[in-house]
Nanobody, 116 residues
Framework: QVQLAESGGGSVQAGGSLRLSCAASISIGTFNPMAWYRQAPGKTRESVARISSGGTETYADFVKGRFTIARDNAKNTVFLQMDSLTPEDTAVYCC??????????WGQGSQVTVAS
């Protein structure tokens, strides 16, 4: 069974940084794109950033200039560097990969808490 495992979440003060990792049990070249989503309590899940197999990055407006998505194909890992965090960034962050046939695989999520 294909698995995605997130790590790197935690608690940080506003203005701080965290780096999330998403390790895949198979080659991430299988997926196009890979992406990060988040869901805050009482809110719907929202797209944060995605990266294509060719390396094209796309960001939600609310994270542009603060977050950076990257992929390491040799390590089968996708990263989300989060800088200048605000309390509004508090959420569970999940990574996902899309197969060529359209199906998705999701990780379990990693909690990010930003204190004011």
């Amino acid at each position: 069974q294909v698995q995605l495992a997130e790590s790197g979440g935690g608690s940080v003060q506003a203005g701080g940084s965290l780096r999330l990792s998403c390790a895949a049990s198979i080659s991430i070249g299988t997926f196009n794109p890979m992406a990060w989503y988040r869901q805050a309590p009482g809110k719907t899940r929202e797209s944060v950033a995605r990266i294509s197999s060719g390396g094209t990055e796309t960001y939600a407006d609310f994270v542009k200039g603060r977050f950076t998505i990257a992929r390491d194909n040799a390590k089968n890992t996708v990263f989300l560097q989060m800088d200048s965090l605000t309390p509004e960034d508090t959420a569970v962050y999940c990574c996902t990969g899309r197969y060529a046939w359209g199906g998705d695989v999701w990780g379990q999520g990693s909690q990010v808490t930003v204190a004011s």
